[in-house]
């Protein structure tokens, strides 16, 4: 009932347990996906703020471009103009004016007015574009690596030169630094702003000696496969983790934000553990409640059998003992008429016949008496029965019952092993199992009896092993049932194993029985311990 009861309580709790477990999943996952999407909404942020900037630049640019002091060629003129306009832009660091068809600067307002023939600088695109673009981060010229926005000049675009606006990295490191702060990712991130090469324009960690050289492989991977998404990878310093980026689909530069991976593994690993556990509590809660339905549905079938099997045993005790009576009292008129023939005759041939009729009729006394005995089903005295002693005493009738041709063994695994049966019923239950084993093995073999602490805590396992012929499944299912016997009539009574399993049960143990044909058979007792 406690057993009952205990089941019924867990099963009742465990959904709980399940449902708390689902939950706890659900919410790591989230501030798994969480963490994710702030990062990203972060990265697109910085990118319409560089966007911004880029755009006030071009901008700029266009408002040169179509300066008729070019249209005119007044270099000086148009070389001063531009430089009051690179004043008010921040982060500007130098304007060209360059000549389309050789690619060379026709003056920089750093440097001047260039001579004709000079040769082109190297931030110079190899194309022109048909208005205006927007280059990659480049190493060469005043307060480089820098990238380049060019616009061709003239209202329209028509003239034949390109003005060039060289515009140096700090103010998207600014970008970057106010963006991550505001999105309070600085603490536990690396952030970078890379052009379309994968070279970092801004960088959270060591921008100076990173500004223009290539980010990771991992990054530059990223931006050749997709616009935006997320990553696995390892950054310059050697951090595994998980990026977020996004791509401007104006300048194509693109805002990664790495995150270490160990954070993502905790989540992960905590809500994959809590699913696990939730699967795994639901079936073990399924099982428990599988077993306990099918030990309830085999504990009320071997009541069912127990019951049938009383019943039969009480009918058939009662049929016994009418007919061991009825027989005992036939053979006693036998046996007392013996002696008044062996006294009066003489004539041997009488004498031979009186022998023989009286080892008949004792020998169906001694067959009356065990029918009695099974039929009575009287309680033992149980008393404390130490193995070794009793193994001695009885060692000799064994070896009769066995014969020459059979070795016998015996072995405890401690000298003091005792158990809690009668005495005298157990020898005849060894004495029976002796001669069973002797039936099994026709052409000789051995027998084992071995004493041991059993599995079963407090008892005391007593094995009988022979190298017998063995018994199929079906013959070892009913090796106890009374009567049952595979022996030729006349051989056996089927009541010796039905004995001893009676003596086991009073003793309050079990017997177990292991056979396969050809590998002999072990009658294992198990005695409570004295």
Not at 226 to 249: H, I, K
Request: one cysteine or more.
């Amino acid at each position: 009932m406690r057993r009952t009861s205990l089941i019924l309580g867990f099963t009742a709790l465990a959904p709980l347990a399940i449902l708390a477990a689902t939950v706890t999943a659900g919410q790591l996952r989230k501030q798994s996906a969480e963490a994710v999407s702030r990062a990203l909404t972060a990265a697109r942020a910085v990118n319409a703020r560089v966007d911004g900037e880029l755009m006030a630049d071009d901008a700029a640019l266009q408002v040169l471009a179509g300066a008729t002091l070019i249209q005119k060629k007044d270099w000086e003129g148009a070389r001063l103009r531009f430089d009051r306009v690179m004043r008010h832009r921040p982060g500007w660091r130098d304007i060209r004016l360059i000549d389309r068809s050789t690619g060379r600067p026709i003056f920089s307002v750093r440097d001047g007015v260039v001579a004709p023939d000079a040769q082109g600088a190297g931030l110079v695109p190899q194309t022109w574009p048909d208005r205006s673009t927007i280059g990659n981060v480049a190493g060469a010229g005043h307060g480089c690596p820098c990238i380049a926005i060019d616009r061709r000049a003239g209202e329209d675009g028509t003239l034949p030169y390109v003005i060039e606006a060289s515009i140096g990295l700090d103010k998207f490191q600014a970008i970057l630094m106010r963006e991550i702060a505001a999105a309070d990712l600085r603490s536990e991130s690396v952030s970078a702003i890379v052009d379309r090469q994968g070279r970092f324009l801004a960088r959270s960690l060591d921008f100076r000696n990173r500004a223009g050289t290539p980010g990771s492989a991992s990054l530059r991977q990223s931006i050749a496969r997709a616009s935006d998404g997320t990553y696995e990878g390892v950054t310059l310093e050697g951090l595994r983790n998980r990026s977020a980026f996004a791509t401007s689909s104006f300048s194509g530069f693109s805002t990664h934000i790495a995150m270490p991976s160990a954070r993502f593994s905790r989540l992960g690993a905590g809500s994959l553990g809590l699913t696990l556990a939730a699967v795994a509590l639901a079936l073990l809660v399924a099982m428990i409640a599988m077993r306990f339905a099918w030990l309830e549905q085999v504990r009320w079938r071997g009541d069912q059998q127990r019951l049938v099997q009383s019943q039969k045993m009480e009918a058939l005790g009662r049929f016994a003992s009418g007919v061991a009576h009825d027989f005992n009292n036939v053979l006693q008129v036998i046996l007392n008429s013996l002696p008044g023939i062996e006294r009066t005759s003489t004539d041997p041939a009488t004498l031979r016949k009186a022998s023989l009729i009286r080892q008949a009729a004792e020998k169906g006394a001694g067959l009356t008496a065990e029918l009695l005995q099974f039929a009575r089903d009287k309680p033992i005295d149980l008393e404390r029965v130490e193995l070794a002693p009793l193994l001695s005493d009885i060692e000799g009738l064994i070896v009769r019952v066995l014969g020459n041709d059979i070795a016998l063994e015996t072995s405890l695994a401690a000298p003091g092993l005792a158990i809690r049966t009668n005495r005298a019923a157990l020898e005849m239950a060894l004495l029976n199992l002796a001669g069973n084993a002797r039936d099994a093995m026709p052409d000789g073999g051995k027998l084992r009896i071995a004493g041991r602490n059993s599995d079963k805590t407090g008892c005391v396992d007593l094995e009988i092993c022979d190298t017998g012929t063995g018994m199929p499944e079906d013959v070892a299912t009913r090796a106890l049932d009374p009567f049952f016997t595979t022996k030729a009539v006349g051989k056996g009574t089927g009541l010796g194993l039905a004995q001893v399993h009676s003596l086991v049960l009073q003793s309050n143990g079990s017997i177990h029985i292991e056979s396969s044909p050809g590998a002999g058979t072990t009658v294992r007792l198990v005695f409570p311990e004295a």
